[in-house]
């Protein structure tokens, strides 16, 4: 083949590519971003407890923190003893059904503890209401609560 022929042929080739149909991609979606939402603190069993939840899109994770709830008074021993603590974790959806509730054990010395027990998905726009109690052997209960917003 001369050289103008395997020009011409390359011409032809590149313009038979270049008008094949180009199959679309989808877009990726977008990564929808956790909204992490706590309450206020609530004093009990003489620490720090805080009712909280991660949002993504219409999932919902529920869970309580329990920290110290300031400086340890002078004289007091350090680190604390550990303490027992029996924890009541629940949640609904405002208006609506109950998400469901979690009892528990857990020990507390110094360190932040995390109780896990409530996963759920929840209608866009709703909003859910979560109580996190904490008592130990010698106190009552004073629950922490939030109420979060589902935004999708």
Known sequence: MNRIARIAVGAVGAAALLSAPV??????????????????????????????????????????????????SPGSPWPPAPKELVTHLSADVAGGASLGTVNGRTVFQVSTVRVDGISATVP?????????????????????????????
């Open 23 to 72: 199959p679309a991609f989808a877009a990726a979606p977008a990564a929808t971003a956790t909204v992490t939402t706590c309450g206020n603190s609530s004093l009990q069993a003489g620490l720090a407890t805080y009712a909280c939840a991660d949002v993504t899109g219409d999932s919902v994770a529920i869970y309580g923190k329990i920290g110290l709830a300031g400086p340890p």
């Open 124 to 152: 866009c726009g709703s909003t859910v209401h979560v109580s996190f109690a904490v008592e130990g052997f010698w106190s009552g209960q004073v629950p922490a609560t939030v109420n979060v917003p589902v935004v999708c």
